[in-house]
Nanobody, 114 residues
C-alpha cells in the first residue's frame, strides 16, 4: 500500500499547518492510521493515531495542539497542527497503526522557524 504525505512547509513559531496523507488500496477503511515524525538525529516517534471508527490518541508532546482525522471516502488521513514550535521541526510520515515496515513513504518536511 502506498502512503503519500503532503502539506509540509516552512512556518513561523505559533503558526499552523495541515498535513494530508492519501492511501492507495481498498483496505484503508478497515485500518487504524497514524502520524509519525523524525527529527534530525532522533528516533521516529508516534504522534497520533486514529482507529477505523475515529477513536484517537495523542503523544503528550502534541496533545492539545495536533488533531488527527480521517476521511474514509477519500482514503485520506489528516493532521491539523496549531501552535507550532521549533521543536516540531521534522519529517512527518503517515503509516498504519501499528506501522507497516513496507509502507513508509517519503514523508513531508515541516520546518518551524522565524
Amino acid at each position: 500500500v502506498q502512503l503519500q504525505a503532503s502539506g509540509g512547509g516552512l512556518v513561523q513559531p505559533g503558526g499552523s499547518l495541515r498535513l494530508s496523507c492519501v492511501a492507495s488500496g481498498s483496505i484503508f477503511n478497515l485500518r487504524a492510521m497514524a502520524w509519525y515524525r523524525q527529527a534530525p538525529g532522533k528516533q521516529r516517534e508516534l504522534l497520533a493515531s486514529i482507529t477505523s471508527g475515529g477513536n484517537t490518541n495523542y503523544a503528550d508532546s502534541v496533545k492539545g495542539r495536533f488533531t488527527i482525522s480521517r476521511e474514509n471516502t477519500k482514503n485520506t488521513v489528516y493532521l491539523q497542527m496549531i501552535s507550532l514550535k521549533p521543536e516540531d521541526t521534522a519529517v512527518y510520515y503517515c503509516n498504519f497503526f501499528p506501522a507497516a515496515p513496507t509502507s513508509w513513504g517519503r514523508g513531508t518536511q515541516v520546518t518551524v522557524s522565524s
